[in-house]
């Protein structure tokens, strides 16, 4: 949402009050204020919406203007103060992000030819670290610090910085964020993802770059039903013969030692190579069928797909291609 300076927010009221339409819920299921307390929960949340996500200033001028917005968009009658207003975050936060996140995600399933995509749903997923605040609090949930003898004082004031690590899963079609985890510095983005697994959609398709690799993760996302396709670099071995069968069509295994000696099953992959012009991508997908595969990464944008030691063309249907071309993989 984009900031707005204290003049613009007045003349934005209708705007700010669609906001409110389509990311807050009618009715929140939260305990009713009780003695002095006068912030009802569409409130709370709609306050915390302008504070945080519209205006600029110090937090005592945002809430004050949030709030004056807030009681005309809505026609409300209720104050808010700075205090009043962290204290009923900090009772109310979580279950009214929880909420708001969910009637979100409900929204966004009713949006027709919007929600699913080539058969499934889709999300990207990637992490992001941003620097907080350093209170004493801040330091000692997220900071790297370890005990051990730093080289130099800057080296030790660095790992002091407090860092959050924020792993967020965007709805690839809409672009909004439908889940997200935060973590410190040193938290691990494919674990944000594997907790995460299960709030998602059954048909899920995740799509994420070279971070998120391991047989752990990919067999979790099998597991619960999902399918990926994630961007590969020479860090992951994949295997084109298991013993006497060998694979063809660019179909590949993932079968790291660690899985082998646990007896543990391969997992069959299809290895995709992308012509950008510069550079070649390469991919892999748990997903075998090659015209969704090159609908899914070409997004009819591309000027051909050749599928190598078959002879298979398809044709994109736009003048101006992403890729130049890509290649199902069936090397020698």
């Known amino acids: 949402m984009p ?39 569409m409130a709370l949340a709609a306050t915390a919406i302008a504070c945080w996500g519209w205006l600029q200033g110090t937090l005592d001028d945002r809430v004050h203007m949030a709030a004056a917005a807030v009681r005309e968009s809505l026609r409300g009658d209720f104050t808010a103060t700075r205090q009043g207003l ?10 009214l992000l929880q909420q708001v996140v969910n009637h979100v995600a409900a929204q966004l399933r009713e949006l027709k030819g ?23 609090a801040n330091q000692t949930r997220f900071s790297a610090r370890k005990r051990k003898q730093y080289a130099s004082n800057a080296n030790r004031s660095k790992a002091d910085s407090a860092q959050l690590l924020v792993t967020v899963i965007w709805h690839l079609t809409v672009g909004l964020p439908y889940r997200w985890r935060a973590a410190g510095s040193t938290g691990s983005e494919r674990k944000a993802l594997g907790e995460m697994l299960d709030e998602l959609p059954a048909n899920a398709r995740i799509i994420a770059d070279a971070e998120y690799v391991g047989y752990p993760l990919w067999s979790a996302i099998l597991g619960s039903g999902r399918s990926f396709l994630v ?5 992951v071995t994949l295997l084109k013969k298991l013993g006497k069968v060998r694979t063809h069509a660019g179909l590949v295994h993932f079968w790291p030692l660690n899985a082998m000696r646990n007896l543990e099953p391969p997992i069959a992959l ?25 609908r899914l990464i070409c997004q009819h944008r591309v000027a051909e ?8 063309v398809f044709e994109g249907d736009s003048e101006e291609p992403l890729v130049e071309k890509v290649e199902i993989m069936n090397e020698a």
């Open 305 to 312: 797909v050749r599928v190598a030691g078959r002879g298979q």
């Open 114 to 136: 919007a929600w699913t995509r080539h058969g499934k749903v889709n999300f990207a997923v990637d992490g992001t670290k941003f620097a907080a605040p350093r209170t004493v």
């Open 231 to 235: 961007r590969v670099g020479s860090n």
């Open 3 to 41: 900031h707005q300076d204290t003049g613009d927010i007045r003349t934005n009221l209708q705007a700010l009050k669609a906001v409110f339409a389509e990311l807050l819920p009618r009715s929140f299921d939260l305990p009713r204020p009780h003695g002095n307390a006068s912030l009802p929960p």
């Open 86 to 95: 962290l204290k009923a975050l900090a009772r109310h936060g979580e279950a």
């Open 270 to 294: 299809r290895l995709i190579k992308i012509h950008t012009g510069k550079e070649a991508i390469y991919l892999v997908s748990s997903e075998l069928n090659l015209q969704i595969l090159f």
